[in-house]
């Protein structure tokens, strides 16, 4: 089995591989990195299971050290990390290689592998972002915005009276308590964000018939609406790291 990490600003989606599929996967709290319970966490995860290989995606260098060392002591085994240098299974057009978030590669690298060229992949997470794979089957960029935990926590944050609300599915778009227009402000709001950027990508990539893929926190959430989302994969990254694995 391989072990897959995809070290994100929350959390840190851990999965294991096998068979040519993502077998399972957990969520552990990226900050247990650095407090040292999550490593427990992944050898619970792992159980008995053999583990011949990691591999790694990250947007906290910080922690990145960490998760090497961890599997280094446990499994005698160096991470393999997912980049610019490393990447397989999908090109780069992009003025900056490096400057590209390595989950943005592994989502790219499982859209196409999936979906075909061109593609789209939706991720919502701390930031939502979507990332392009052009007709040529290269990463081409993408669009970074605030997340939809981001934002209604902003407005708590900043605000005497907003409260912190917890996020759900709302109906009426009119809104009947300050929690209910903030939620419909969030959904219905980042419905509306998600489509119009979405339209965009298709009026500049001139394609008709342009598969997006959604993954993330609050994919199911904001997807259940939105007709322009083609597919909901939950191990989107940890698929693409599985995709890049045998290029060790």
């Known amino acids: 089995m391989i072990l897959l990490f995809d070290i994100g600003n929350t959390h840190t989606h851990v999965g294991l591989a ?31 299971q053999k583990i011949s290989g990691a591999i790694l995606c990250s947007v906290v260098p910080r922690a ?24 397989r299974g999908v090109g780069i057009d992009y003025p900056k290689p490096k400057s590209i978030g390595a989950d943005r590669l592994a989502n790219a690298i499982a859209a196409k592998f999936h979906f075909g060229a061109p593609a789209v992949v939706v991720d919502f997470g701390t930031a939502v ?35 912190r609300i917890k996020i759900r599915e709302i109906k009426s778009a009119v809104g009947k308590s300050t929690e209910h227009a903030m939620l419909v402000g969030a959904v219905h709001g980042y419905r509306g964000l ?33 007709p322009e989302i083609s597919a909901v994969r939950d191990d989107l990254t940890l698929e693409g790291l599985r995709l890049v694995w045998p290029a060790k």
């Open 129 to 163: 972002t979507f990332d392009v794979v052009n007709a040529k089957g290269n990463y081409a960029g993408g669009i970074i915005a605030p997340g939809l935990a981001a934002m209604t926590d902003y407005l708590h944050e900043k605000t005497a009276l907003l409260p």
């Open 18 to 48: 096998g068979g040519n599929r993502v077998a399972k996967q957990i969520n552990v709290p990226t900050r247990e990195w650095f407090g040292g319970k999550a490593g427990a966490l992944v050898k619970k995860f792992a159980g008995a």
């Open 64 to 87: 990145t050290p960490f998760v090497k060392k961890f599997v280094r002591a446990t499994w005698k085994l160096e991470t393999l990390e997912l980049n610019a240098k490393t990447v």
């Open 194 to 226: 998600v489509r119009e950027l979405i339209g965009a990508l298709k009026r500049e990539l001139r394609a008709e018939k342009l598969p997006v893929v959604a993954t993330g926190g609050y994919a199911k959430l904001i997807a259940a609406k939105l």
